[in-house]
């Protein structure tokens, strides 16, 4: 007889420490997944508490607060007649684990602590939580008051254990379990389990999409099974933006996906399948028959319901074929989605931006417009709480709006600070790019404060000091290049807090930096210049990555004169006029070189000596060994001489981990000593050898 199961995967944009919301998103996602049919509702990780909580999770507070949410859900009439399975710290011995607490019909059936604590990347999930080691046992876990005073049980299982349906066997992984070598949902499923449950909390890397989905696909393609992949949504308190895109798949096809990058705060997929097919699936396996048939058992939690219908007409979901954004669209969406997340919880008034007609304020502009776009599109398909939240962001309780460029006039400040004290004038460029997004624009001169800071300084130090446009050397021109950028950063502060207060209102704008990875690297950015802002939204992307971001976007978006802009923003990229300073030095690095530094680095965690060896190779073609050398030394120099401006970068959206930010996503020191000594004597040790074969 064919059993056919409507199981849903709920992908929510939780807020750390937000228990008022967080509950209200999990009540009406269960709503959402019955209305659908489902009787088994999966949901994120810690998705009670939000994920990035960090030292919260010491709090006692944080614990009393979680069991005090789900004595409300248990009490909520939406959850009867439905297995609910939320994420949530729990304390047990006086140890805290990361949880899923399962329950039904106001009894709870488990709690299921975390196996495998995930601590590479960013994670620092063992800082808060210790893992499970009882592999295959559980233990009493006495209840809190509150909820045995709803539940009337005093006590519930806690510890590895799966559920026992009437109908079939649900087991449960959490987030790192899938990745891990010795995934727990393989043991499972040799022991009959037919649903295994992941609540995670996977956040957005450029291009990891395709590999989760290439993950499940393959476990359950080996194993057989169904699996419910739910994940968070959105910047819950932190730099990451957790990607969605649960997932549903059965015996290695993909039935059913929620949308990567969105700005719904719910969204609850399901499928329907068939449990026959789970069994006839595996029985043709005969290698993992013969593997499940001397594997050792699970404790089973007795649950009398079922998860199948009688319904014998029920139609099976089918394979769907997935389409993957591109690098260029991930940037555009992923940080968009970031940026407004962050502006609706701030309860500030929009963004203020200092453009200066080059690529990293251009591609900032555009980002902030991509968000733009993205409400525009989700008040065009019914969102309500989108369009709620953009009338209290800019004060017009009835204001709807008419397109993406209107929108962005009323988020999106722009300023052009012009000086004769620089060789360089991109108004014109600032005009085009301002006039196609939409952005409120204003532009102003600072000459007269550089020429009141440059009179205060000549007057105490009988000096003046001169810029490019009046032929200085290198010394003063990097002075004055680096006064000019601090002086536009104390400017777009009075900008951002004040000019709303014209406008009559009570809210500030929020400032956006420009740097990115590359020039956190080798500390081109100037330390409380323009570099300082509240956010910075490139600031984990590589130079290429914003230049081919830019030329998506401005095509994409079918800006006019699109081959015009990008032609004359591509004349300032890389330092292409005549080096006059050290600025326009580091420059020309960038655009060839310090993106394979930055990789080396961190993805191959090279040092100076083996930096030069894989390069001596990787660029043998076109560099001497001793040039190489040479741009090896510059740029460790250089690096250990502005590695503590990674002290003061603003928070930047996490997307790619050639992010530079100090005590986050690179734990290596602030001070060194730039002579690198020891290892530049080995490069020189490897220079010397080959120059000894040679002759």
């Known amino acids: 007889m064919e059993r056919s199961v409507i199981l849903a995967a709920c992908t929510l944009n939780q807020w750390a420490m937000d228990f008022k919301g967080n509950y209200e998103r999990i ?172 609540g995670s909390a996977a956040y957005h890397e450029l291009q990891n999409t395709k590999s989760l989905v290439d993950l499940i696909k393959t476990s359950t393609a080996k194993c057989g099974g169904i699996y419910i992949f739910s994940n968070l949504r959105g910047c819950d308190g932190d730099r990451y933006y957790f990607q969605g895109c649960s997932l549903i798949a059965m015996n290695g096809e993909i039935l059913s996906k929620g949308e990567t990058f969105s700005l719904q705060d719910i969204e609850v997929i399901t499928s329907t399948l068939c449990l026959e097919d789970v069994k006839i699936y595996r029985n043709c396996i005969r290698s ?57 919880r701030s309860g500030q008034g929009g963004y203020f931006l200092t453009l200066k007609g080059d690529i990293n304020s251009s591609s900032c502009a555009v980002v902030v417009y991509s968000m733009c776009v993205m409400i525009k599109n989700a008040i065009d398909n019914g969102n309500e709480t989108v369009l709620k939240e953009l009338r209290e962001i800019i004060g017009k309780p009835t204001y709807v709006p008419c397109s993406a460029i209107e929108i962005c006039n009323n988020l999106l400040v722009t300023c052009y600070m012009g000086t004769e004290y620089l060789c360089e004038n991109r108004c014109c460029i600032v005009k085009q790019l301002t006039s196609d997004i939409g952005s409120c624009h204003i532009e102003t001169n600072i000459d007269s404060i550089i020429d009141a800071v440059v009179h205060v300084f000549s007057t105490t130090m009988g000096f003046i000091p001169k810029c490019s446009s009046s032929n200085g050397n290198t010394r003063e021109i990097k002075a004055m290049r680096k006064a000019i950028e601090r002086i536009k950063m104390v400017m777009s502060y009075l900008f951002a807090q004040l000019y709303l207060l014209v406008k009559h209102r009570s809210v500030s704008l929020l400032v956006l930096g420009t740097g990115d990875a590359d020039e956190g690297l080798v500390g081109y950015g100037t330390k409380f210049g323009l570099s300082s802002a509240d956010l910075s939204p490139l600031g984990s992307f590589n130079k290429r990555d ?42 020309k690095m960038f655009s060839s070189e310090t993106t394979a530094y930055g990789i080396l680095r961190k993805y191959c965690r090279c040092g100076p000596y083996s930096m030069f060896c894989k390069l001596a190779s990787m660029w043998s073609n076109n560099l001497s060994t001793t040039v190489i050398a040479h741009k090896v030394k510059s740029f460790f120099i250089n690096y250990a001489k502005h590695r503590h401006k990674m002290m003061v970068v603003p928070p930047s959206y996490y997307a790619n981990p050639s992010s530079q930010h100090d005590n986050r996503f690179d734990q290596r020191q602030f001070v060194y000593n730039k002579r690198w000594e020891w290892q530049f004597q080995a490069i020189d040790n490897c220079l010397q050898g080959e120059n000894t074969t040679s002759s």
Not at 66 to 78: A, F, G, I, Q
Not at 293 to 313: G, K
Not at 319 to 331: D, F, T
């Open 546 to 587: 914003v230049l081919l971001f830019l030329e998506f976007a401005v095509y994409h978006y079918k800006m006019s004169n699109a081959d015009n802009l990008l032609h004359a923003l591509k004349a300032n990229y890389s330092g292409e006029s005549t080096a006059k300073s050290l600025e326009d030095l580091q420059s």
């Open 27 to 198: 009540s009406e996602s269960i709503r959402v997944s019955k209305e659908k049919g489902a009787r088994y509702r999966g949901g994120p990780e810690l998705e009670v508490t939000g994920y990035s909580c960090g030292d919260h999770f010491y709090e006692s507070d944080t614990f009393l607060h979680s069991w005090e949410v789900v004595s409300r859900l248990l009490e909520d009439p939406v959850c009867e007649d439905i297995i609910v399975d939320v994420g949530m710290p729990v304390m047990h011995k006086n140890i805290a684990y990361n949880c899923r607490v399962i329950f039904l019909n106001k009894k709870l059936l488990l709690i299921r602590p975390k196996i495998i604590l995930c601590d590479n990347g960013n994670f620092r999930e063992t800082r808060w939580f210790t893992a499970w080691k009882k592999i295959r046992e559980t233990e009493i876990y006495r209840l809190p008051s509150i909820i045995e005073n709803i539940c009337h049980q005093q006590t519930v299982l806690i510890g590895d254990a799966i559920l026992a349906t009437v109908d079939t066997c649900i087991g449960f992984e959490i987030c790192e379990e899938l990745w891990n070598a010795r995934s727990t949902h393989i043991s499972q499923s040799l022991d009959g389990v037919e649903i295994i449950s992941n």
């Open 288 to 344: 993992r028959n013969i593997a499940a048939s001397f594997s050792s058992p699970y404790p089973q939690v007795e649950v009398e319901f079922m998860l199948s219908s009688d319904d014998f007409y029920q139609q099976p979901s089918e394979p769907i074929v997935l389409r993957h954004y591109s690098k260029e669209e991930e940037i555009a969406r992923g940080a968009a989605c970031w940026l407004w997340d962050y502006l609706r």
